[in-house]
């Protein structure tokens, strides 16, 4: 009877997810204007995901960050980051929440490192502030820096090291209390194509090695290239997500396949692709009916209409 009524029960939205955002809303004042920045956005990543997250400028990419990080929070709908409520936490919790659940890596690289202390006194910083004892954070920090090769500069300070360098060291900060959660934001826009793809791999032996969840916010094409799932963000909404796995064709060869899907939120509403509006000259209103395994989507015209009909009668 147990498992009757558990399997008639509904299945909470994102309930094996590490992130969950739904209908989330943030609305910001300035003088006596209302910027929406995010409205009705959908998100769900998976414990063990390295996503990317790109969009427009304006599109709402650091205002979610920004949530998912603990430093703002949303003006309505419902987040929660590996358990944690984010819209009820107490100051100290949130406090708490940043500290230990999620690592952030900046674009500035002078906003990640302290600049008077050398590579390995930044990775322990972290970790003096949860009582760990001094032997046992030097033993991680250097743990840390072999992790994103840089042990060999561990008595460097950041004045003394490049800024690919610099953004490695920045990478084993941020994991140095171990959070499930690892943030991003423009982590490469700073550095060269070549400095760009050693970092990015430095994300990705993180994310294989040691498991923990990625979400990155970048206009890199290499990055965006090469993590198994983008999400475009546009007008405060997810628009798009673009899946990337490998597939091994007729002559045993494997490549790389993109496909990009339109997200339908939990409202139904999905943002159709810009160029797909400007192709149609959709505006408005759109026709749409219903076949057995696809919708079709028309200018909104008349029905009566000669061209109207041949279309219809195309499935276009």
């Known amino acids: 009877m147990e498992r009757?009524?558990?399997?008639?029960?509904?299945?909470?939205?994102?309930?094996d997810a590490l992130v969950v955002c739904d209908n989330l809303v943030k609305i910001y004042k300035v003088d006596d204007l209302e910027v929406v920045a995010l409205q009705g956005l959908d998100l769900l990543v998976n414990a063990g995901e390295f996503?990317?997250?790109?969009?427009?400028?304006?599109?709402?990419?650091?205002?979610?960050?920004?949530?998912?990080?603990?430093?703002?929070?949303?003006?309505?709908g419902h987040v929660l980051v590996d358990g944690h409520n984010l819209i009820n936490m107490r100051p100290s919790e949130r406090t708490e929440y940043r500290r230990n659940v999620i690592g952030f890596v900046w674009q500035h690289t002078a906003r990640n490192l302290v600049p008077y202390l050398s590579a390995l006194e930044n990775v322990m910083l972290p970790m003096m502030l949860d009582d760990v004892s001094r032997r046992d954070r030097r033993d991680r920090a250097w743990e840390l820096l072999k992790t994103v090769g840089m042990s060999e500069r561990s008595d460097h300070r950041p004045e003394q090291i490049s800024g690919g360098e610099q953004q490695r060291v920045a990478i084993a900060v941020a994991l140095a209390n171990r959070p499930p959660l690892l943030l991003a934001d423009e982590p490469t826009g700073e550095l060269d194509s070549a400095t760009s793809s050693e970092v990015f791999d430095v994300f990705r032996r993180v994310n294989e090695e040691r498991g923990v969840t990625i979400v990155v916010v970048t206009h890199d094409p290499y990055v965006v290239g090469n993590v198994t799932r983008t999400v475009a963000i546009r007008d405060g909404r997810t628009s798009t997500e673009t899946l990337r796995y490998a597939e091994l064709d007729d002559e045993g060869v494997h490549s790389m396949v993109a496909e990009e899907f339109v997200v339908l939120d939990r409202a139904g509403r999905l943002q159709l692709p810009e160029h797909y509006v400007e192709t149609l000259q959709l505006e408005r209103r759109v026709r749409m009916t219903l076949d057995d395994d696809h919708a079709n989507v028309w200018p909104d015209r008349d029905p009566t209409a000669d061209d109207f009909d041949e279309e219809k009668e195309d499935g276009s």
Do not use: C, Q, W, Y
């Open 51 to 76: 996503i990317s997250i790109v969009g427009a400028s304006g599109s709402g990419k650091s205002t979610l960050m920004n949530i998912l990080g603990g430093l703002d929070t949303p003006t309505a």
């Open 4 to 15: 009757e009524a558990a399997a008639r029960r509904p299945t909470v939205f994102g309930h």
